[in-house]
């Protein structure tokens, strides 16, 4: 369960049973698990997502100093604009994530709650004496998410309502996909999510409970996210995992900004190198009528080694393409490979599609000029 004093009142909302791990704080469905997905893709539902924590940035140097921190290009954000980014380690190795959204007098961070107290004391260690202050604002406000611009009555303590827009549905200037194909699945990916002050959070509960609005789960929309391809901190990211592994450069990297800590990691990765790992999605066999969890090595079907080749990080069941998952797998594994994960002695096979390409890192191949007085012919 969550802080009790923060609990959100769409756990108390009929039939809802509250999500496990990361997504604990916010009804993981209403008892209609995969129907839930289809209002909520077609912008008629709301989705609460209180598993969300967020922290509050105030003081005149807060977006040049967030900058100078993290990979996204945020300082020149103007109010009611949304961006988002990645605090690195030296490493280049991801730490945090943020949907970042400033009103012109304090910058918002929406980011995993489970997360958001280490992300937060991170963040005030490092205002030295600049003008930034760092609070956790979940005790004003809370996240609800839904697809399109739709009123949800975000709260506006400085006239610009906190509505922050994904927009993964294309690359960011300054960023770059490493994704296979033009046709990319996140390009209907429109979602939206409102910041509300906790009386509206009530109101708002209490429509869907009198059958005003409609909810879905937070299940509903982790199943659409895989589907869009959309990596997810709490999900997708281990210890290891580096931006261009998961095409976070589509969204969240700015590779012609200033420093930052992380940016030689990036910079030689994308001009000079390839990610040791890459997201593919996985069309899951169901047949068996359970599936395997997220974290679940993969080995090459009928390999009699089993040799690990990736691991499951994402999995749900989607309402037209059935069990759906993400991976994070070696590079040079083949695109074609029939992938199997095990389910109690039983083998589970997948069928892959590269998101990130083997070839990802577009610079690699930049031919390398002969030494100085070495003589050719």
Known sequence: MTDATRVSPFLGLPGAVEGEGPNAGAPAHYGALVAEQRPLERGGAVVDLGNLGVIRLRGAD???WLDSLTSGLVRSLAPGESGETLLLDVQGRIEHAAAVL???ESTWLVTEGTRADEFASWL???RFLLDVRVERADEIVAAVGVFGDREL?????NGVPLVWHDEWASTRVGGVSYATTDAHPGR???LHVHLLERPALEALAERVRVGDVSAAGIDALEALRIAAWR?????DVDSRAIPHELDWTRSAVHLEKGCYRGQETVAKVHNLGRPPRRLVHLDLDGSLGALPAAGAVLHVAGDPDRAVVGQITSIGVHHENGPIALALVKRRLDPEAVLAADLDGEGITAAQTAIVSPEAGHAADVPRLPRLGRRSG
Not at 231 to 235: C, G
């Open 102 to 104: 400033d009103d012109g």
């Open 62 to 64: 807060r977006l040049t």
């Open 188 to 190: 209907d990916w429109d």
């Open 231 to 235: 990596p997810r901190l709490a999900r």
């Open 124 to 126: 005030d260690r490092m």
């Open 153 to 157: 009555g975000a709260a506006a303590p």
